[in-house]
C-alpha cells in the first residue's frame, strides 16, 4: 500500500509544475487567487506537523514538498502580481 502513497506524492508534485512553468514564462497570474494559495500553504503546514508526529515519512516528505511548491506560487503571484498593477496603471 505504501507505492500507492508514493504514488500519489509523485502526481501531486507533477500537479504543480505545469503552472509554474506557465507563470514564469508568460508572467501572467490572471485568474490565480493568492489568498487560495495562502490557504492552501497553512493547510499544507498542518498536515506537515500531523505527520511528523505520526512518523508517516510517504506524507511527511509529500506535504514538505507541497509547502516548499505552494510557497513557489505565492512568491511568483507576489512578483508578478505587482509588475501588472504597474502595467493596469501606465495604461
Not at 502526481?11 to 503552472?19: A, E, N, R, V
Not at 511568483?76 to 493596469?88: D, E, H, I, N
Request: glycine share 6%; charged share 10%.
Amino acid at each position: 500500500m505504501e507505492i500507492v502513497g508514493w504514488a500519489g506524492f509523485a502526481l501531486t508534485q507533477i500537479f504543480y509544475i505545469p503552472q509554474i512553468i506557465k507563470i514564469v514564462r508568460s508572467h501572467d497570474i490572471s485568474g490565480l487567487a493568492l489568498p487560495s494559495w495562502f490557504i492552501l500553504t497553512i493547510a499544507l503546514l498542518c498536515y506537515l506537523i500531523y505527520s511528523v508526529w505520526r512518523h508517516d515519512l510517504v506524507f511527511t516528505v509529500g506535504n514538505a514538498a507541497g509547502m516548499v511548491q505552494s510557497l513557489s506560487m505565492i512568491v511568483l503571484l507576489m512578483r508578478y502580481g505587482k509588475s501588472q498593477v504597474v502595467k493596469a496603471k501606465v495604461s
